[in-house]
């Protein structure tokens, strides 16, 4: 009889070992800093600041500092080429992603057709209330958004600021404007290397096979780098 409870303890212990290995705040049991950990610690380290940037790159130097590179898809924005390169996420973590749409008239039609207009980062997760990092209109800002109670003043901070053109009604809260989360690749030790390519730690991706010499004639006119994504604040 004790041994059979000594091996019920014994398996106990073995399954809280293994639920151990992830944390919903982003953080690892052993105690290791992780890259969610600096980008936020970074991302916080601003708050009250000035930034002389959009909100993409905000949240882009947050991760740099972290060591990792967001990856851009394409995108009519650099906000949208950031939901383009994560991965989307329901259940956020801090370090994610969170994107909106319509905080700003950016073609000035005058409707709410504008999506992907901003970014901010998750700093922490309370159940389907969610603190932000962001630049705001006055510099880096700390804001809160409730997805349960998505149009309550008292749970969401507004992320558009009304214009006098702007139509009766127009939506300005975070919960109103939210438009999904997105993992930054690499988020969890990944190494920015991996982040880069998509693939586990060490991996390659294969080269392309070079192209045969091309006879020799007049030098080809030089080519124009493409355009950066239009990016906003």
Do not use: K
């Not at 905000?58 to 383009?84: D, H, K, Q, Y």
């Not at 975070?174 to 991996?203: I, M, N, W």
Request: charged share 30%; proline share 9%.
């Amino acid at each position: 009889m004790r041994s059979r409870r000594l091996l019920r303890a014994a398996a106990a212990a073995a399954a809280l070992a293994l639920a151990a290995g992830a944390r919903a705040d982003g953080a690892r049991e052993d105690g290791e800093e992780t890259p969610r950990d600096r980008a936020v610690a970074a991302a916080r380290s601003r708050l009250g600041e000035r930034f002389r940037g959009d909100c993409s790159a905000f949240v882009i130097a947050a991760w740099r500092t972290a060591g990792i590179v967001p990856p851009l898809g394409g995108g009519r924005s650099r906000s949208e080429s950031l939901a383009r390169g994560s991965r989307r996420v329901d259940a956020p973590r801090p370090g994610d992603l969170a994107f909106f749409h319509h905080t700003y008239d950016r073609n000035h039609d005058g409707r709410a057709n504008d999506r992907f207009t901003h970014v901010a980062l998750v700093e922490e997760v309370d159940g389907e209330r969610v603190t932000l990092l962001h630049r705001g209109a006055r510099g880096i800002e700390r804001i809160h958004m409730d997805l349960v109670h998505p149009s309550d003043p008292d749970e969401n901070d507004p992320v558009r600021v009304l214009r006098r053109r702007d139509a009766p009604g127009t939506r300005v809260l975070a919960g109103e404007l939210f438009a999904g989360y997105g993992a930054v690749a690499g988020a969890d030790g990944t190494t920015p290397e991996a982040a880069r390519t998509g693939g586990p730690s060490g991996s390659r991706r294969p080269r392309p096979a070079r192209a045969p010499a091309r006879p020799a004639g007049p030098p080809a006119e030089p080519r124009g780098s493409p355009p950066e994504p239009r990016s906003e604040g």
